[in-house]
């Protein structure tokens, strides 16, 4: 990694304190392009660490020069970030620096906003956003569409796997919705008799009525007091059914685990250009990954 220009390293007088809460991301680093949109990413990833009370950096991979500085700034500025809040700038390709610069400074949480919201699901984890996602070592954030302007999530779609994965992205969700005021949740699992989406000779032969129990079960020990819970168990028919399901219930964010099952299929979708046939992200995507 080349370093070309380093704003603000230490750690700010103006930074909030990190959170208790053990669930909840800590440190979250936002990336920032030169586009339009950046004021708005900015204030994103701002707001959700207030809500948090995570610590905040941001990070531009690309050009590093006086030009590209002022942009920046002011683009935090209109975001009302704190002028003391850490900016980097540095040289190389996004994904690689992404990755280091998480591992450096050990980073749970990425945010990233995905330019091209219209593009098919596999297109997504082929653009710079996508990469990000498949190869940084940390939870990533996609937003889909940024607001300069205060908008907390409302409604959650979570799709579980029955693991410990899953279960850790439910305590984290949970803790994080209760500090945004999220009501409306949506509790769903994908589930695949054929096998064709499963990792291969793991297929799930069981009925819906199966997993529907099985779902109850897995839920049951989170607290949902005070929250409207909805729970649906999706035959998977296309890799990423829990898409679909966000879009239908119109949700501000759906949260995935990032396990060893969806990783499988996404990556052999990839390797053979396979489209799957969903044209828009309905809704900001936490792709989740449990931080050692």
Not at 20 to 49: F, M, N, Q, V, Y
Not at 154 to 167: C, E, G, M, Q
Not at 184 to 203: A, C, K, M, N, T
Request: hydrophobic fraction near 40%; glycine fraction near 4%; charged fraction near 20%.
């Amino acid at each position: 990694m080349n370093t070309l220009s380093t704003i603000s390293q230490s750690h700010p007088r103006g930074q909030i304190e990190a959170s208790l809460d053990p669930h909840l991301p800590r440190r979250i680093l936002a990336c920032l392009s030169l586009s339009s949109r950046t004021p708005a990413i900015a204030a994103e990833a701002w707001r959700i660490a207030q809500a948090i009370q995570a610590e905040c950096c941001f990070l531009h991979v690309g050009p590093a020069d006086s030009q590209a500085q002022a942009y920046l700034r002011h683009a935090l500025a209109q975001a009302k970030v704190p002028h003391d809040i850490p900016l980097w700038l540095f040289e190389g390709k996004p994904p690689r620096t992404v990755e280091q610069v998480v591992r450096q400074h050990r980073f749970d949480l990425v945010v990233a906003g995905v330019l091209n919201r219209q593009a098919t699901f596999s297109r997504h984890f082929r653009s710079v956003a996508g990469r990000i996602a498949a190869s940084s070592p940390c939870s990533v954030l996609l937003l889909t569409d940024p607001r300069v302007e205060r908008q907390p999530f409302k409604r959650i779609v979570a799709a579980v796997d029955f693991d410990d994965l899953s279960r850790a992205m439910l305590s984290t969700a949970l803790a994080w919705g209760r500090r945004e005021g999220v009501e409306h949740w949506h509790i769903v699992h994908e589930y695949d008799p054929s096998g064709f989406y499963s990792l291969p000779g793991r297929p799930e032969p069981r009925s819906r009525t199966e997993q529907l129990h099985r779902l109850e079960e897995f839920i049951r020990p989170f607290d949902w007091s005070g929250i409207h819970l909805q729970r649906q168990c999706l035959l998977n028919k296309h890799g990423c059914d829990a898409v679909w399901y966000a879009q239908t219930m119109r949700a501000d964010m759906l949260c995935l685990p990032l396990s060893a099952r969806r990783q499988g299929f996404w990556e052999r979708m990839l390797r053979f250009r396979l489209d799957v046939d969903i044209h828009a992200l309905p809704c900001a995507v936490l792709l989740y990954r449990k931080t050692a």
